[in-house]
Nanobody, 123 residues
Framework: HVQLVESGGGSVQAGGSLRLSCAAS????????MAWFRQAPGKEREGVAS????????YYADAVKGRFTISLDRAKHTLYLQMNSLKPEDTAMYIC?????????????????WGQGTQVTVS
């Protein structure tokens, strides 16, 4: 039984930083992908960043490149998203997801495992 539990969201002023965490359990790590998506009210869910659990650099949406960094602590089975230079348009529910195979951010439907999300509000 796969469980993904996010934490670290909150309210911050524009230009500030937050670090999100996603603790994973019951999940096979090898050759799989973990990702962050976000969804703002009235908008579609969009991919933010993803990373292969076997190693390598992360993949990012254009809107967050250079500001957000995705990382993975394999020993702790925890995914992170360091968010710097936050903007009001980053306000959304941030949701952790996992799947086997490609780290494609363009199709959230391919991710079978989801957390409950953590709210980020930038004012």
């Amino acid at each position: 039984h796969v469980q993904l539990v996010e934490s670290g969201g909150g309210s911050v002023q524009a230009g500030g930083s937050l670090r999100l965490s996603c603790a994973a359990s019951g999940y096979t790590y090898n050759r799989n992908c973990m990702a962050w998506f976000r969804q703002a009210p009235g908008k579609e869910r969009e991919g933010v960043a993803s990373i292969y659990t076997g190693g390598g650099d992360g993949y990012y949406a254009d809107a967050v490149k250079g500001r957000f960094t995705i990382s993975l602590d394999r020993a702790k089975h925890t995914l992170y998203l360091q968010m710097n230079s936050l903007k009001p348009e980053d306000t959304a529910m941030y949701i952790c997801a996992a799947r086997g195979g490609s780290c494609d951010l363009g199709n959230s439907g391919r991710y079978p495992y989801w957390g409950q999300g953590t709210q980020v509000t930038v004012s």
